[in-house]
């Protein structure tokens, strides 16, 4: 095509240039019991809308109260019945959950934080299905077209955004990995991996960072609150406000 053609495109929907990025991070921060992920995440830029769907922030989200974090605690019903009862009794807290995300976004600053999207993901499932296997491939385009809409508006806003992931052992490899929706790392800019080693002087809480989007340079680093030996470390840097800073650097 010529250049007259080319230009020719502009005025109608075609632009040459494009705004500034925003200045906001959107990751994914997986881990297994008590590494630090919703620490982690509670650490994002203010205000912070969180949605809590795991038992086990109980304690963490208390030492952040009275900072600009605002908590939506889902109470998740029994799972025990046929499946009709559970896509009822799950069609009503999905539809609550997809709600309270849409009211998390209209605030248009700060972290949208869901905790965990594995739990997220059960409850989807449940909704459409009313049971989680024996669900043949081809049925999951409304559940996936769910997920995708959320995806869509955290990407339209200007928040941040921090979904939280359970680990799981892949079956035939047997290594560690995200459990929930497989999608989830061709949304997110970020994939962290919390991770705790317990020495003489106490617990060292850190993260991996298994994928980034906007400075690749990161993939394989470890974040760690303070000072480190680890070639592959970086002091100070476990912390989402100084995470976004590493990723929009170049």
């Given at each position: 095509m010529t250049t007259q053609g080319i230009d020719s495109l502009l005025g109608n929907g075609w632009v040459n240039t494009v705004g500034p990025a925003p200045?906001?991070?959107?990751?994914?921060?997986e881990g297994t019991d008590k590494t630090g992920k919703s620490h982690l995440a509670l650490t994002s830029p203010k205000p912070i809308m969180y949605i809590d769907l795991d038992v086990g922030t109980e304690g963490v989200i208390h030492k952040f109260q009275g900072e600009d974090v605002m908590v939506y605690q889902?109470?998740?019903?029994e799972r025990l019945g046929n499946s009709q009862e559970l896509m009822e009794r799950f069609g009503k807290i999905w539809a609550t959950i997809q709600d309270k995300i849409t009211e998390a976004l209209a605030v248009n600053e700060g972290t949208l934080i869901i905790d965990t999207f594995t739990e997220a993901y059960d409850i989807c499932r449940l909704s459409h299905f009313g049971k989680m296997s024996q669900v043949q491939p081809h049925q999951y385009g409304v559940a996936y077209a769910d997920l995708r809409e959320i995806m869509r508006k955290v990407h339209q806003s200007k928040m941040s955004a921090i979904?939280?992931?359970?680990?799981q052992k892949n079956f035939n490899t047997g290594?560690?990995?995200?459990?929930?929706?497989?999608?989830?790392?061709?949304?997110?800019?970020?994939?962290?991996?919390?991770?705790?080693?317990?020495?003489a002087e106490g617990p060292v809480f850190y993260a991996e960072v298994k994928a980034s989007?906007?400075?690749?340079?990161?993939?394989?680093?470890?974040?760690?609150?303070?000072a480190t030996t680890d070639p592959r470390g970086i002091p100070g840097g476990l912390n989402m406000q100084m995470l976004l800073g590493l990723v929009q650097s170049t």
């Open positions: 200045s906001r991070i959107i990751a994914s921060i889902v109470e998740q019903p979904f939280l992931h359970k680990i290594e560690p990995e995200p459990k929930g929706w497989t999608d989830v790392p061709y949304h997110v800019q970020a994939t962290l991996r919390t991770k705790r080693e317990d020495t989007r906007q400075n690749p340079t990161l993939m394989g680093k470890n974040l760690y609150a303070g």
